[in-house]
């Protein structure tokens, strides 16, 4: 469900969803065997407002979005939940973007706020986990028309992520559990520094045809003086790519 509206030169839009999924497996090999199942219930809210401001030059945007699921797994054989897990995000962005009229710059400034929360209960192992994210952002674009067919862009952004955790000592489990939870959870529970750097070139051959040239640099690595987990991901990872392409028709 969906409203918007305007009001004192603001549009906005207001939403909220509801989800139900319902899963069942059960497996080939045995005939007529009861499926396993898993039943998870989702909502969503969300809001986003738009205004403009100094006779169109700057525009502002602010959205808001958050999000819930909770799921139970159950077996056939057993009574009760085996397994539950509850999640919820919570995110905010503001985006202003200043174009002057008859400027060649433009300039976009974006700031963002996000916050997760992952709690996991395993009823039959008798082990649980418990974390809580927070992401901030912030990225900043110039742009520069170079006469009537050329543009030039450069965008860059950095986004800083702390957790709360508490997870089960992955020393003290088993290697299933090494092998398949703790790398992920080690993931979560681990601060975290990620930026991104972006060069743009766009020409423009006629109405119809463009070649865009794009450049970009992206890292990720760890933060902080905290102990390492043991099966955190570990060093900084740099990504470099570049694109050449041909727009047809825009």
């Known amino acids: 469900m969906a409203l918007r509206g305007a009001l004192w030169d603001v549009d906005w839009v207001v939403y909220g969803e509801r989800t139900w999924r319902r899963e069942k497996h059960a497996s080939e090999l045995?005939?007529?065997?009861?499926?396993?199942?898993?039943?998870?219930?989702?909502?969503?809210?969300?809001?986003?407002?738009?205004?403009?401001?100094?006779?169109?030059?700057?525009?502002?945007?602010?959205?808001?979005?958050?999000?819930?699921?909770?799921?139970?797994?159950?077996?056939?054989?057993?009574?009760?939940?085996?397994?539950?897990?509850?999640?919820?995000?919570?995110?905010?962005?503001?985006?202003?973007?200043?174009?002057?009229?008859?400027?060649?710059?433009?300039?976009?400034?974006?700031?963002?706020?996000?916050?997760?929360?992952?709690?996991?209960?395993d009823f039959i192992a008798e082990i649980w986990s418990d974390i809580e994210g927070w992401t901030t952002g912030i990225g900043l674009e110039v742009a520069r028309a170079l006469g009537p067919s050329t543009s030039v862009s450069l965008a860059y952004g950095a986004s800083f992520y702390w957790a709360n955790s508490s997870i089960p000592n992955p020393e003290l489990m088993g290697?299933?559990?090494?092998?398949?939870?703790?790398?992920?959870?080690?993931?979560?529970?681990?601060?975290?520094?990620?930026?991104?750097?972006?060069?743009?070139?766009?020409?423009?051959?006629?109405?119809?045809?463009?070649?865009?040239?794009?450049?970009?640099?992206?890292?990720?690595?760890?933060?902080?003086?905290?102990?390492?987990?043991?099966f955190a991901p570990r060093g900084e990872r740099t990504r470099w790519n570049g694109s050449l392409a041909l727009v047809l028709g825009g």
């Open 30 to 121: 045995v005939a007529n065997r009861p499926a396993e199942r898993w039943e998870a219930d989702g909502r969503a809210l969300g809001a986003a407002a738009q205004r403009p401001f100094l006779a169109g030059a700057l525009l502002a945007t602010t959205y808001i979005r958050a999000s819930s699921l909770d799921g139970d797994a159950y077996r056939h054989d057993l009574e009760g939940a085996i397994f539950r897990a509850n999640e919820s995000v919570l995110d905010a962005t503001t985006d202003l973007r200043y174009l002057p009229p008859g400027s060649p710059w433009m300039l976009a400034l974006v700031g963002s706020l996000q916050r997760e929360s992952r709690r996991r209960n």
């Open 175 to 230: 290697p299933i559990y090494q092998e398949l939870l703790a790398p992920e959870l080690s993931l979560y529970a681990t601060s975290a520094t990620a930026t991104l750097g972006t060069l743009g070139i766009r020409h423009r051959f006629g109405p119809n045809t463009s070649l865009l040239l794009r450049a970009q640099r992206e890292s990720v690595s760890p933060r902080g003086s905290q102990p390492q987990l043991p």
